[in-house]
């Protein structure tokens, strides 16, 4: 996966530009985001690329030592799924 990485986004684009993927966050402090919207184009469904993009909100999520509130129903089973996400996961 070839994701792009803006603040608060991580996406992938096809060449042509069409979005193919992308997880969203939303600051609620300084510390803590909510990941708010996971998307993935229908073409490209089952193939596993929003647990990848949930498992970059992740990385991404540590490396800036922030905590997240998986508020999006996507992203709140795959918490619910990982115990290895339960570090950053705010509650």
């Known amino acids: 996966m070839n994701l792009i990485e803006e603040d608060l986004r991580l996406y992938e684009k096809e060449a042509n530009g069409e979005l193919k ?3 969203t966050f939303s600051p609620v402090s300084d510390s803590v985001w909510a990941l708010d919207h996971t998307y993935v184009n229908p073409a490209y469904r089952g ?3 929003a647990q990848q993009l ?3 909100a992740v990385a991404k999520a540590r490396r ?13 089973a795959q918490f619910e799924r990982v115990p290895e996400y339960a ?3 705010y509650k």
């Open 64 to 76: 800036e030592g922030k905590q997240i509130i998986p508020s999006c129903s996507y992203a709140k």
């Open 87 to 89: 570090d950053i996961w």
């Open 21 to 23: 993927a992308e997880v």
């Open 54 to 56: 949930v498992e970059a």
């Open 47 to 49: 193939q596993g690329l």
